[in-house]
């Protein structure tokens, strides 16, 4: 089951996307191949991929898990240097 994610997407989502995407790439995988580890559903890991939903933290990590990389990897700066 997915939960509808609300609100206007972010630069931030669009940058994590983008970090994901390139993730797959040089982790030699795809996004069938992703959904299927994460159990995140296909259509709801293109969407967001593409910048068009926002990940929740759970999904956030279990997309790192999953392409054994830290969750920090996948956040742009700002978030990073924000947590720190």
């Known amino acids: 089951m997915t939960t509808q994610q609300n609100g206007p997407n972010t630069n931030a989502d669009v940058e994590i996307g983008d970090r994901i995407a390139n993730a797959l790439i040089v982790k030699n995988t795809n996004v069938r191949a992703l959904s299927d580890s994460t159990g995140i559903a296909y259509p709801t890991l293109r969407r967001s991929i ?35």
């Not at 392409?67 to 924000?82: D, Q, W």
């Open 50 to 84: 593409s910048g068009g939903r926002s990940l929740t933290i759970r999904e956030l990590g279990s997309i790192a898990t999953a392409l054994r990389i830290k969750p920090s990897a996948l956040l742009p700066p700002e978030l990073t240097e924000v947590a720190a």
